[in-house]
Nanobody
Framework: QVQLVESGGGLVQAGGSLRLSCAAS????????MGWYRQTPGKQRDLVAS???????SYADSVNGRFTLSRDNTKNTVYLQMNSLKAEDTAVYYC??????????????WGQGTQVTVSS
């Protein structure tokens, strides 16, 4: 019913930048919140950044000041601008969306994940 399409992952040197995009498509009333998580082998999938429908943004301490999350509500898309990348940022990044339907119910959706590799 709902698909999250991720793009922008890749290989970059430490200190470089990448921008991730996640576009939601399908049938839904609204998305709140929406953002990005990341996961490395053997570790928990942790929040990177999320944004609410009114623009409130939460960042993980490890990325605060380096990453910027934005949202285009008209396109149902979030962007994660990642600057000053570190080797520790290497992970699979997953788009997350809490999708509300017109009947008042909500479901969580995950993208398939996009690999970000930062070489040191």
């Amino acid at each position: 019913q709902v698909q999250l399409v991720e793009s922008g992952g890749g290989l970059v040197q430490a200190g470089g930048s990448l921008r991730l995009s996640c576009a939601a498509s399908g049938s839904f009333f609204s998305i709140n919140p929406m953002g990005w998580y990341r996961q490395t082998p053997g570790k928990q999938r942790d929040l990177v950044a999320s944004i609410s429908s009114v623009g409130s943004i939460s960042y993980a301490d490890s990325v605060n000041g380096r990453f910027t999350l934005s949202r285009d509500n008209t396109k149902n898309t979030v962007y994660l601008q990642m600057n000053s990348l570190k080797a520790e940022d290497t992970a699979v990044y997953y788009c997350y969306a809490n999708v509300w339907k017109r009947d008042g119910t909500a479901d969580s959706y995950w993208g398939q994940g996009t690999q970000v590799t930062v070489s040191s």
